[in-house]
């Protein structure tokens, strides 16, 4: 199946600094690539809609300028997460839609990536 | 909107046993999908099986089948002949056809008891 990747897979920061998470398809292009937030025991929760060539819309409660997001090309779409804060801390993970070999309908996730904001 | 429900927060089951996860889901959209991912400690999400809503025949992956019953809104999986590495989190999906992001449920934690 197709592969996305994700880096870095795990991050540290001071309050304060900004952190950039990348999300890379490696062997398809995807047009549009999905943001997620997931909090320790809980479920994933959509943040934005990353589009190439135009700009991420972003769920209900999700500063736009605080979840900066950039789709430079067919292949990578990056969170830059500004002046992060302790609250922000979680497990952030994209995904993009494809087809799977038998013409199938499908989202392929990164590993995802854990944020640590001290 | 869609939602997605999951009313299990926690199952287990014995080693070599059948479980059963419960899932419902409301959309208003007449062509759409759901799935059911694994989510491992690792917290790779996992495809564990899809299915189409306009197919009536419920898709099975080896152990892995599902009741889709669509008036009713549920997709439930049936795990047959439990193992110890599917024990994990499990997350019921919906999402509307193209280029949509899928809609989660909270999750059902299964334990395999050897």
């Known amino acids: 199946g197709a592969v996305v990747s994700q880096h870095p897979s795990r991050v540290i920061c001071k309050s304060g600094t900004s952190v950039k998470i990348e999300c890379r398809s490696l062997?398809?292009?995807?047009?549009?690539m999905f943001w997620y937030r997931q909090f320790p025991k809980q479920s994933l929760m959509l943040m934005a809609t990353s589009n190439e060539g135009s700009k991420a819309t972003y769920e209900q409660g999700v500063e736009k300028d605080k979840f900066l997001i950039n789709h430079a090309s067919l292949t990578l779409s990056t969170l830059t997460v500004t002046s992060a804060h302790p609250e922000d801390s979680s497990f952030y993970i994209c995904?993009?839609?494809?087809?799977?070999?038998?013409?199938?309908?499908?989202?392929?996730f990164g590993p995802g990536t854990r944020l640590l904001v001290l | 909107a869609q939602t997605v429900t999951q009313s299990q927060p926690e199952m287990s089951v014995q080693e070599a046993e059948t479980v059963t996860l419960s899932c419902t889901y409301d959309t208003s959209e007449s062509d759409y999908y759901l799935f059911w991912y694994k989510q491992p400690p690792s917290r790779q999400m996992i495809l564990v099986i899809r299915q189409e809503a306009y197919k009536q025949q419920n898709a099975t992956e080896n152990r892995f089948s599902v009741n889709f019953q669509k008036a009713a809104k549920s997709f439930s999986l049936k795990i047959s002949d439990s193992q110890l590495g599917d024990a994990a989190m499990y997350f019921c999906a919906s999402k509307n056809s193209g280029n949509t992001p899928l809609v989660f449920g909270k999750g059902t934690r299964l334990s395999v008891i050897a």
């Open positions: 995904s993009a839609p494809s087809r799977d070999g038998g013409g199938q309908e499908t989202q392929y």
């Open positions: 062997d398809f292009q995807a047009t549009t």
